[in-house]
């Protein structure tokens, strides 16, 4: 079965530095995309960048990026140069594949990220 | 473009009572999901569809939970009757086949039930 596992329930970081969020994941699939979503305390779900599995470089997207190990099964999130506003809770996704038909998709428990001044 | 539209943002009911939550996806998206958060249980794919059609209900919970989409622009859940286990915060999301990997949210439907 597909699973998606966060280690870490918290995190903090100085503002100004980088700082990574573990995400491993399982399934038999061969083809699945990975996700990360941030949700501020207001409650709301930003998506914040995308791996698919055939994808042969890490995908970034302005100051976050993927570091994406497939004989691992990891997809850890790299945010560069953190900023106050990064504090919030921050979810790995996995979307299983099934060729163009399937998009069901499970999320892992969530690091908590705080960005200390 | 307007996002995904939730509506109620937030409801109060006793057990017992029928909830229906409500949803607006994003024009010209085909796919629309409805998910669950809770601390307990972390967010969970309740159902979702294509082309208004339901693809996969796996996640919903039981019997008391049922979904529908009469059309591309307007998607239901509906809770009958509502438990308070049931008290969660629902999401809506959609998105397009063509850029099938990134799912935008709703603001999500905060549910109590008493």
């Known amino acids: 079965a597909q699973k998606i596992t966060q280690t870490q329930p918290g995190m903090f970081v100085q503002e100004k530095e980088a700082v990574t969020l573990d995400c491993t994941y399982d399934?038999?699939?061969?083809?699945?995309?990975l996700f990360w979503y941030k949700q501020p305390s207001s409650g709301e779900m930003i998506f914040l960048i995308y791996?698919?599995?055939?994808?042969?470089q890490n995908a970034t997207e302005g100051r976050y990026s993927l570091n994406f190990q497939k004989a691992r099964k990891s997809a850890n999130l790299v945010i560069s140069a953190s900023q106050l506003g990064d504090s919030a809770m921050y979810f790995c996704?996995?979307?299983?594949?099934?060729?163009?038909?399937?998009?069901?998709?499970?999320f892992g428990a969530g690091t908590r990220l705080f960005v200390k001044a | 473009d307007a996002g995904v539209i939730q509506s109620p943002r937030h409801e109060v009911t006793e057990m017992g009572q029928e909830v229906t939550l409500r949803c607006k996806p994003i024009s010209g998206h085909d796919y629309l999901f409805w998910y669950r958060q809770t601390m307990m249980r972390g967010l969970e794919l309740l159902i979702y569809?294509?082309?208004?059609?339901?693809?996969?209900d796996s996640g919903m919970p039981e019997d008391r939970f049922s979904a529908k989409m009469p059309n591309a622009s307007f998607s239901t859940l509906k809770i009958q009757p509502s438990e308070p286990r049931d008290s969660a915060v629902y999401f809506c999301?959609?998105?397009?086949?063509?850029?099938?990997?990134?799912?935008?949210f709703g603001p999500g439907t905060r549910l109590l039930v008493l």
């Open positions: 399934t038999s699939d061969q083809s699945y995309g």
């Open positions: 999301a959609s998105s397009n086949q063509t850029r099938a990997e990134t799912q935008y």
């Open positions: 569809f294509n082309n208004n059609v339901p693809i996969d």
């Open positions: 996704a996995m979307r299983e594949g099934k060729g163009t038909g399937g998009f069901k998709t499970i």
């Open positions: 791996q698919g599995s055939y994808d042969e």
